[in-house]
């Protein structure tokens, strides 16, 4: 299983102003840590917790249906296109970056075994739109739209556009092209989806966005291009069992959610830096800090207090960003908690020739590349050391399916206990709906016009007479 060090955040190692005695910690907070992982395991199956990502790893109804349709296509198509913003895309673009070989897009067929190139459409910059567009043979591309709403106005403006390009192409034939995942019974894109007759998933009730990736949402397309999904519900059901452990010393999730929850409000350290030293691991921060930040960053707490919390999130990659960020954390505010990602075993090992021998660079050859990036994680985690900087690493045996989705499932249940800890609601999101809600009437959406009167005055439109 996937390990995490925390010596670096103990008060023995950086000392008491910016460290923690983690054991009396430990102690001081095992009867509330205990409480949390013994509600939220039983409030996972009670409607409206927003919990139901917590069973995801036993859905062996999905899998099969996951698994039947990618059997179902498989050779149909040369490229996969996802349509989504947000969760409905950085789980399976992490996990896809992560898993498939590096540059998948630029090799062959053969070399790809056969299976498609794959695209993220999650933003909606029009000169990358169309550049996609450009190279794009939709004929010969299967896409993924993805919204549980079915009312994302980013992903909906994308798919409306992808859509009347292939039926253009196609005729009625375009709807073998198109599969959606999307809410069982309500939205727009559900009842578009029964009228024309698209191969539809469900997004489950209760599963929010951002905790969303071991559903149809993330397996769909990572099943597609050939991902092994049932060695990520391997994962997700190992750490599961080792994270219904209440014993804190015992439990991972809740040994870094309360050091993150500590770190901030004892010691001013709410910045947390998700750095893996592995480019494949590189959008894994992306995915985290989404997780972290939409639940975390709450105006109030469950009793309605005033209290606009959140640790803010940022993300690092090792050793590129030893030479643009390190700098700042090792002499900036201490007001920053990193969190290293480190891989025991790559799947290459590069060497580094013996040439230049006369040179201040001799010192390189004969060394592997493998031997040089975790130099270069230890040099980081001891320099940040030296200068009082806690820090803490989670071990990683190998970048595959089964520990990434141990990583993954891991960062959520300590997300979920962070929550706890913060006495807040950490599975809504009023702040984005409050800006969705804006663009829905800065673009003309029905029952939004006493807003969209409101908006264009603040932000300085002139309005027209027919507006």
Not at 14 to 36: C, H, N, Q, R, T
Not at 86 to 113: D, M, Q, T, V, Y
Not at 218 to 233: E, F, K, N, S, T
Request: hydrophobic content about 40%.
């Amino acid at each position: 299983m996937i390990k995490i060090d925390f010596k670096n955040v103990s008060s023995s190692v950086i000392g008491e102003k910016y460290g923690l005695d983690i054991e009396s910690e430990f102690g001081v907070y095992a009867p509330k840590i205990e409480e949390i992982i013994k509600n939220l395991n039983f409030n996972k199956d009670k409607q409206g917790a927003w919990l139901q990502w917590m069973n995801l790893g036993y859905s062996e109804e999905t899998l099969w249906y996951v698994k039947e349709y990618a059997a179902m296509v498989e050779n149909r198509f040369d490229n996969v296109l996802v349509l989504g913003i947000g969760g409905s895309a950085l789980g399976a673009i992490a996990f896809c970056h992560a898993l498939l070989k590096p540059n998948w897009n630029l090799l062959s067929k053969e070399e790809r075994g056969g299976y498609p190139r794959i695209f993220f459409l999650d933003n909606i910059d029009p000169d990358e739109i169309q550049s996609l567009l450009n190279i794009l043979d939709l004929k010969r591309t299967l896409v993924n739209v993805i919204t549980k709403s079915g009312s994302t106005a980013e992903t909906m403006a994308q798919f409306m556009i992808i859509k009347d390009k292939m039926q253009s192409l196609l005729g009625d034939d375009y709807r073998k092209n198109i599969v959606a995942t999307t809410d069982k019974q309500s939205g727009v894109l559900r009842q578009i989806a029964n009228e024309e007759g698209y191969k539809t998933f469900v997004v489950p009730d209760d599963v929010g966005g951002r905790f969303s990736v071991f559903s149809p949402v993330g397996l769909v397309p990572m099943a597609l291009v050939g991902i092994d999904i049932d060695d990520i519900m391997n994962g997700i059901k190992t750490m599961d069992l080792a994270l219904k452990n209440t014993d804190i010393n015992k439990n991972i999730a809740a040994q870094n959610a309360l050091i993150h929850y500590l770190m901030d409000t004892q010691k001013g350290h709410y910045i947390t830096v998700m750095m893996p030293y592995s480019s494949k691991l590189k959008y894994v921060s992306d995915w985290f800090v989404q997780l972290w930040a939409e639940s975390l960053g709450k105006e109030v707490d469950r009793e309605g207090n005033l209290v606009n919390i959140g640790p803010v999130p940022i993300k690092a990659l090792g050793a590129t960003d030893q030479h643009s960020q390190i700098q700042l954390y090792n002499e900036g505010k201490h007001d920053k908690l990193i969190n290293f990602i480190r891989v025991d075993e790559f799947d290459n090992v590069v060497e580094i020739p013996k040439i230049f021998e006369f040179t201040g660079i001799n010192y390189l050859g004969g060394k592997t590349i493998n031997e040089l990036i975790n130099a270069e994680a230890d040099a980081t985690a001891v320099a940040l050391t030296d200068f009082k900087r806690p820090n803490l690493t989670i071990r990683m045996p190998k970048v595959n399916a089964y520990y990434m989705a141990e990583l993954f499932y891991m960062l959520e249940v300590q997300t979920a206990i962070a929550g706890e800890l913060y006495n807040i609601n950490a599975f809504n999101q009023p702040g984005v709906e409050q800006a969705k809600n804006y663009t829905y009437a800065l673009m003309g959406r029905s029952g939004y016009e006493e807003s969209r009167n409101e908006l264009e005055e603040k932000i300085g439109i002139k309005k027209e007479e027919n507006n």
